[in-house]
């Protein structure tokens, strides 16, 4: 087949059945059926290629898996029921007691969650870096150190990480490097161009793009993602095959709405830039971004997340809120319908200032994930609550 990116998400298939269908089905079952005593015992000793029951492997989800595992460039992958069952499986499949992580501070929550509050009791400790100090990242790579993990762009804040440095740095130390690539989704950017050994989605974000259902996914090294499959065969954090036919038509259209997600939200950072209430403007495709080359040399757009400042702190924050009137106030991001949040207030209040400070969460920061919509109405929204 052709290595396109757009035909790879139209055309890679299940082999049709016996009825000719066009689409994909649902696969809507728990188990499947061996001919035979041998069939059956061929089959669990993996001398077969079969599907033997849905926590293992379902149609649905293979397909959905073989589209992530062809856009990222992969060389196998395993889809979770959430974003975080993925990020949870893989380092639980990979890392032993003792074993030590060097990570962005600017992860996502839940990711954070693990390495202060559960991953110690295992006794996995984790050293982080500052997403503008990659420089001082080596001197936290200690003998037990296994994963470096980062995301980029970052959450709240769009911080943008040099790939290509931290590709190089885990090459170096002999380290498997992790990214979390929800932000950009496989359009926009393939950590594994920059030697990224791993690749994870929240496949809830843009890959659903429609706020419908939870999913998520990693792909990479064969060797890698066969530990964290055994993992999770064992474990059971699979993704639901309905799920996953919801996702993988999602897929189909992913480059097209994802262009359209970057157009609007550059047109959107361009306008906050000339309004007055605003101090900052954070997008990886405006020239004013600290790390602006570094997004155009490994980013095919900017994204769909503005981050940007307003005067008056929380209480302007939470007064923007409050005057939004088509926008969303919803704490997904990456759907059709534009959504805002104000993090200072809301995900990261438990933070004290200084903390929030250190992932470059301002109190008067908003993140606007931009939508679908017609560009012109989500500009008049964040301009009359700018105003008001
Ligand atoms: C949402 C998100 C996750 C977690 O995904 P869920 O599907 O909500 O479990 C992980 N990483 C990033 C960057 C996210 O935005």
């Not at 804040?157 to 990214?179: F, M, Q, S, Y």
């Amino acid at each position: 087949m052709s290595d396109k990116f757009e035909t790879l998400a139209v055309r890679t298939q299940t082999e049709r059945t016996q009825f000719d269908e066009h689409a994909t089905p649902l696969y809507l079952t728990s188990s499947f059926v061996f001919q035979d005593a041998e069939d059956m015992r061929a089959s669990f000793a993996e001398e077969r290629d079969k599907n033997l029951y849905s926590r293992f492997s379902n149609p649905n989800t293979t397909e959905f898996v073989n589209k992530i595992v062809a856009m990222e460039k992969a060389e196998a992958g395993y889809a979770f029921a959430t974003g975080m069952g993925a990020v949870f499986s893989t380092f639980a499949a990979l890392l032993n007691a003792g074993d030590h992580i060097v990570s962005s501070r600017s992860v996502f929550g839940s990711t954070h969650s693990l390495f202060t509050k559960y991953f110690p009791k295992w006794n996995i400790e984790t050293s982080y870096f500052k997403v503008d100090e990659l420089d001082t990242l080596e001197q936290l790579i200690q003998p037990n150190t296994k994963i470096l993990y980062a995301e980029s762009p970052t959450n709240p804040a769009v911080d943008v990480l040099d790939l290509e440095l931290l590709g190089k740095l885990a090459k170096k130390h002999n380290l498997l490097l992790v990214i979390d690539n929800c932000f950009a989704t496989p359009y926009l950017q393939n950590p594994i161009d920059f030697g990224a050994d791993l690749v994870i989605h929240s496949a809830t974000k843009l890959i659903d793009g429609q706020g419908r259902v939870l999913g998520g996914v990693t792909v990479g090294r064969a060797d890698l993602i066969r530990e964290i499959y055994l993992f999770a065969r064992n474990t059971g954090p699979a993704l639901s095959p309905f799920n996953a036919w919801v996702l993988s038509k999602s897929l189909e259209t992913l480059s097209l709405r994802v262009e359209k997600h970057c157009q609007n939200a550059l047109a959107v950072a361009k306008y906050l830039e000339g309004h007055p209430a605003v101090k900052k403007v954070k997008y990886p495709f405006l020239p004013s971004h600290p790390a602006y080359d570094i997004a155009k040399k490994q980013m095919r757009f900017g994204g769909s997340i503005v981050a940007f400042e307003i005067e008056g702190g929380i209480d302007a924050g939470r007064k923007f809120l409050n005057n939004i009137k088509m926008c969303s106030l919803s704490a997904n991001l990456g759907d059709t319908r534009t959504i805002v949040t104000h993090p200072a207030s809301t995900t990261h209040s438990k933070l004290s200032e200084a903390d929030r400070l250190e992932v470059g969460i301002t109190d008067g920061l908003v993140r606007c994930s931009v939508g679908l919509e017609h560009v012109e109405d989500v500009i008049d929204d964040l301009k009359q609550a700018l105003d008001s």
